[in-house]
């Protein structure tokens, strides 16, 4: 798998999966060489995919953590997904078809999902991969983790398994969020 070099105005380069990934997702990646490091969300959900950007839904705490955690000077709006190479972060998932919720996922969702985050890692090189949310990481790994840093690296790529910060994941509190979006900044200085 390769990428090619998108013609948008960008601090960063971007590069993308080619028109077969944007045909199979609602939601294109975002992605560079050398990003700090790289959020991979379980899927698009509907609200999300009807606003054609990621983590759309007002409830979802990422854009807020993002900012709050320090990867972002000023909170962004889901819309403003494009402006993160600015800031050295990557966007992509780990399944890509859209579902109500991540419940509605099927191990057939994250075929393939692992040989694409091996590749972004050895071409982009980003120095970690933060996985928003267990079932993210579980399904491109079929294994389960606890949330932190994991054991498992991809090349030189740190892997980090956030809380999912959908507002279906009220049993984790913003603080506890807070608290591991800032440790996966800290690691990725």
């Known amino acids: 798998m390769s990428f090619r070099t998108c013609r948008e105005p960008q601090a960063a380069q ?10 199979e997702s609602a939601i294109p990646d975002v992605l560079a060489p050398g990003l700090v490091a790289i959020f991979c969300g379980i899927n698009p959900g509907r609200v999300s995919a009807a606003a054609r950007a990621p983590f759309a839904n007002p409830r979802n705490d990422f854009w807020r953590l993002l900012h709050a955690a320090g990867f972002t000077p000023r909170l962004l709006e889901p819309g403003e997904y494009r402006r993160l190479l600015e800031f050295g972060v990557g966007l992509t998932n780990a399944a890509r078809r859209t579902t109500r919720g991540s419940g509605d996922l099927r191990a057939a969702d994250f075929e393939g999902a692992r040989e694409r985050l091996e590749t972004i890692a ?4 980003p120095r970690a991969i933060g996985f928003v949310g267990k079932a993210a990481y579980q399904g491109v790994f079929r294994e389960r983790s606890e949330h ?42």
């Open 14 to 23: 971007p590069y993308d999966q080619g028109m077969h990934a944007l045909a």
């Open 122 to 125: 050895a071409q982009l090189r």
């Open 148 to 189: 932190g840093l994991q054991e498992r690296k991809l090349d030189d790529t740190q892997l980090f398994v956030l809380p999912s910060t959908s507002p279906a994941n009220a049993a984790v509190s913003w603080d506890e969020r807070l608290r591991w979006f800032r440790a996966l900044r800290d690691l990725t200085r």
